[in-house]
């Protein structure tokens, strides 16, 4: 599995805190001297989700699934019965409905789910996880018990409630000025 810094050579600050020599010097050069603490907490945000996402999908892909997939799979187990149409799985998931489509069309190949007439639209189908789909979930559950411990190996408790903490106060940056946007200028940043 490659590593997701330019170089993989972290250092620390005098305080003993992380940062990337690499990025620290692409950011200053393009802050032209002016502060750069933001952009490398972006960097690092963007460095992170790539170290989690090679992961999932290592992992993942291992047993024959896309991540995409198995986050489809997960989510379907949630609703249970229920199901969900493909507008609502494709919501939910931050996919656009085509790749919620496709990621379906996968899980259905494979047995894990199935689509059902939906009772309330005829024009809809219900998607729902079958009795694969669970065996499925169950058998890749301690895998990803293992992995998320050794990535977040050495981390507390605290610290891991507030890293979710921090990334979703990102997500609502991010949702509130994709609003401002959308209603000053017309433009999108979802």
């Known amino acids: ?17 992380l940062y990337d020599p690499q990025v620290r010097e692409a950011t200053a050069e393009f802050m032209a001297g002016g502060d750069t603490l933001r952009l490398e907490a972006a960097a690092a945000a963007r460095a992170a989700h790539r170290s989690v996402e090679r992961l999932r999908t290592h992992g993942s892909e291992g047993r024959g699934l896309s991540a995409g997939a198995s986050d489809v799979l997960i989510r379907l187990r949630t609703l249970g019965e229920a199901g969900a149409n493909l ?3 494709a919501r939910s998931a931050g996919m656009t409905p085509r790749n919620a489509t496709g990621l379906v069309d996968t899980l259905e190949r494979e047995g894990l789910v199935r689509r059902d007439p939906d009772p309330d639209d005829r024009r809809s189908v219900l998607v729902r996880i079958t009795p694969a789909g669970l065996t499925w979930l169950d058998a890749f559950r301690t895998p990803t018990q293992r992995a998320m411990a050794a990535l977040f190996h050495g981390f507390t408790d605290t610290e891991l409630h ?8 990102l997500v609502q940056n991010q949702q509130r000025i994709a609003t401002h946007l959308a209603a000053t200028e017309g433009g999108d940043l979802s």
């Open 162 to 169: 507030q890293l979710r903490h921090l990334c979703l106060r």
């Open 87 to 89: 507008g609502d799985l």
């Open 1 to 17: 599995m490659k590593h997701v810094t330019n170089h993989g050579q972290l250092a620390h600050t005098g305080d003993g805190l």
